[in-house]
């Protein structure tokens, strides 16, 4: 009972992300924070909350269900009705903003713009245009930035004077706007904003975006005939990107143009607005050469700060540089051979094999940031140029943090315990943040505890010390028959599943175990935590070093553990690994590279007009012939990310090469995991084809688990003869 109710708690929860505590906010002086929770575990709607560090208490600043939950009395019952369903569907505040001092906090609900008095606790719904997208107040408290309808717009933080200060021409449609990430910037390099406000207040830095010379794309529903497809303007690998302009606009609307080469450097990686001035990180359509700007607000001219090259791409995805402590120097990132360094004014400041992962704050002088040597832990550090690095965690775990006046911001995830542990600490004498500093104030969470337990097994496995988990069921005892493996990884660039932290991964892995599988996750080539040079063995083939990790982890694990059977091996994925997974289990699967974004695919197989083998080493459509194992293809007919026109055509190429497989059409479902019982089903459709395919069969029959094997020379590096053992066969 508990194994099938397992998915469905997963839904129910959001992955057990509901009633946890997040986005936490430190007010100057360190003695309060804010943060986001809902009150309960299955609770949807999320609350904004204040902590008094002197007292402990909680305050609740403001409830969604409060706010758009008006009684009869209060409001017509057309108006009353309309607002219990807008409470209904909406997920509560998801983000809010504050100005310098924490006084002032906005955040918009249901497409309204509210504003809240962090110390009285006075919530007002301000007169701004609707929907009401990103607001953020000015550092001095004084007005509120917002989009709406494609334009930056600006309101007093009274409610008077809202007005455009960065609006597009009417004659150029919506395919030009101010103030929001193109398609790339959100996807593919990590920027989720698109202004910024000037220290003083009196200006903002935005961008502008014309997607007009942007293919246009079109999502049908092929369950309603009767309703338009959907268009949106997508970057493919190969075609033209939006432009992206920078401009400087002050509270009246007067703007100002930022010049760089745009011709040689068409991608806006990063910008912002510091006690420095304003800057701007560029960079070029293939991505080896990065610039960074510095921006005279006066006219928009711009000089170089600093340039990076590499021969494969510049790393992009280290969230928090760059960044400028107070007396100016510059902290970034800097990549040498195996180490991505925290650096200070190009200068690295941490040891080889210390791998950065995110600058969290900087703090006067002191660098807040993430770091570890082991690749599945992550690790509170800081910097300070008089005291050199200081590493604040010791537990093995990924833990995560806050940092300003000196209070730290504390949340601890291990394989040990469910959900997350979040602590405040004030500064202790000598002024840094430490545990031996006054007691902690913890933060409740009210995340519910899943209804599994993991027997999960970590460990560094073969010559190349790949980071694998195995999962076993519960119920398994030495001497029992051996069990079916299935391989259940990721597998691709920028995301890890092997990590020393309970998360929905582990759990969903710990479900099919339960199911009378021993489940393989396994970190591989491309994987980050591993440092620039792993990171980068995947440039031209995505798919050959990533499989021959996952199959060198398979046989390394079952010398190890005689109860895998080598002879019943199965795969399943989503989108990254989905394309892996041809082997058994597919979803989302990319099978054309050339149907994804410019950004994303070239950064890995270079440009396809100078690179097109990369892109056909990588695609499986050429390899339908040398399907030898059952298939399961999934895909969201509404998908906007790996568009079901990959599985479409994988499925055609199939069937005309005679190969039988399985398609399972998703209506209405995007490329995210859904949010409702559909997960649950999903899962179990997917528990079905396995074990249809895996259980009870006799073992020895092996499959290629390499799509590519046998192909002819002058494709790449040859790798025929790779195979998967017994991969979806008995």
């Known amino acids: 009972m508990l194994t099938r109710s397992l998915p469905r708690q997963l839904t129910r929860t959001r992955r057990f992300t509901l009633g946890a505590p997040t986005r936490f906010t430190v007010a100057p002086d360190g003695g309060a924070v804010l943060f986001l929770r809902s009150r309960a575990g299955d609770d949807p709607v999320g609350c904004l909350w204040a902590l008094d560090l002197a ?81 953020r107040p000015s550092p001095d408290g004084r007005h509120i930035a917002y989009v709406c309808g494609g334009a930056l717009r600006v309101i007093g933080a009274d409610g008077r004077g809202d007005r455009a200060v960065a609006a597009p021409e009417p004659a150029e449609g919506p395919d030009v706007f101010f103030g929001l990430p193109e398609h790339v910037a959100s996807e593919s390099m990590g920027r989720y904003r698109a202004y910024w406000w000037a220290p003083d207040g009196e200006r903002l830095l935005t961008t502008r975006v014309d997607n007009r010379a942007v293919r246009l794309w079109y999502i049908a529903d092929p369950a309603d005939p009767a309703k338009p497809p959907r268009t949106m303007r997508y970057p493919q690998v190969g075609t033209a990107n939006a432009e992206v302009t920078l401009w400087i606009a002050d509270l009246a609307g007067n703007r100002c143009e930022i010049r760089w080469d745009r011709a040689g450097f068409e991608y806006l990686p990063a910008a912002g607005w510091d006690g420095h001035g304003p800057f701007a990180v560029v960079l070029s359509r293939d991505q080896r050469t990065l610039q960074l700007l510095a921006v005279d607000p006066a006219d928009g001219a711009t000089s170089l700060l600093a340039e990076r090259h590499d021969e494969h791409w510049v790393e992009l995805l280290v969230p928090g540089v760059p960044a400028h402590t107070a007396t100016g120097l510059l902290v970034d ?19 080889d094999g210390l791998q950065l992962h995110e600058v969290l704050a900087v703090d006067g002088e002191t660098v807040f940031f993430v770091a570890a040597t082991e690749p599945t832990e992550r690790h509170l550090w800081t910097y300070h140029p008089d005291q050199g690095i200081r590493r604040l965690t010791e537990e093995p775990g990924v833990h995560s943090g806050v940092l300003r006046g000196g209070t730290l911001v504390h949340t601890t995830r291990t394989l040990d315990l469910p959900g997350s542990r979040t602590t405040v600490h004030r500064p202790a ?11 902690p104030v913890e933060i409740t969470s009210h995340a519910q505890r899943p209804l599994l337990e993991l027997r999960v097994e970590s460990a560094a496995v073969g010559p190349r ?20 493996v299935l391989v259940d ?7 890890q599943k092997v990590m020393a932290e309970q998360s929905s991964h582990t759990f969903v892995s710990q479900w099919f175990a339960e199911q009378g599988f021993a489940v393989l996750v396994t970190d591989g080539a491309g994987t980050p935590g591993r440092g620039p040079r792993w990171e980068k063995e995947i440039f031209g083939d995505l798919i050959g070093p990533t499989l021959t990790d996952q199959i060198a982890a398979l046989h390394a694990t079952a010398e190890r553990h005689p109860e895998l059977d080598l002879g019943r091996v199965g795969i399943r994925g989503w989108s990254f690994s989905g394309m892996l997974a041809a082997a058994a289990v597919a979803g989302a699967p990319l099978t054309d590279q050339r149907l994804y974004d410019a950004c994303w695919k070239e950064r890995f197989l270079g440009l396809p007009d100078r690179y097109p083998g990369n892109y056909e080493m990588s695609s499986l459509l050429a390899d339908a012939l040398k399907l030898s194992r059952p298939l399961l293809l999934m895909h969201g007919l509404a998908d906007d990310n790996a568009f079901v026109a990959n599985t479409l055509r994988l499925s055609a190429a199939l069937l005309a090469a005679g190969k039988p497989h399985e398609v399972l059409p998703l209506s209405g479902m995007t490329h995210a995991a859904p949010t409702d019982d559909t997960f649950a089903r999903l899962l179990g459709h997917q528990l079905e084809f396995l074990q249809r395919h895996l259980d009870g069969r006799p073992a020895g029959c092996a499959a290629s688990g390499r799509h590519h094997a046998g192909r002819p020379e002058g494709h790449g590096r040859a790798r025929a003869g790779r195979r998967l053992p017994g991969a979806g066969r008995g």
């Open 55 to 135: 007292t402990g208490d909680e305050r609740l600043l403001a409830d969604p269900a409060e706010l758009l939950g008006s009684t009869a009395d209060e409001v017509p019952e057309e108006e009353r009705i309309r607002r219990e369903r807008a409470r209904q569907q909406a997920c509560g505040i998801t983000d809010y903003a504050t100005d310098t001092a924490t006084r002032l906090a906005a955040f918009a609900l249901s497409g309204q713009l509210w504003v809240v008095d962090t110390g009285s606790g006075a919530l007002r719904q301000l007169p701004a245009r609707q929907p009401v997208v990103d607001p």
């Open 333 to 351: 990132s800097l990549d040498r051979d195996e180490t991505r360094h925290l650096s200070i004014d190009g200068t690295p400041v941490t040891p």
């Open 489 to 495: 990884p990721y597998g691709g660039p920028a995301i």
């Open 429 to 439: 004498e000598d002024g840094r943040p430490q545990p031996a500093g006054p007691p």
């Open 465 to 484: 010390e790949l980071r694998t988990h195995l999962f076993l069921p519960s119920w398994h005892q030495p001497g029992d028959a051996p069990l079916p």
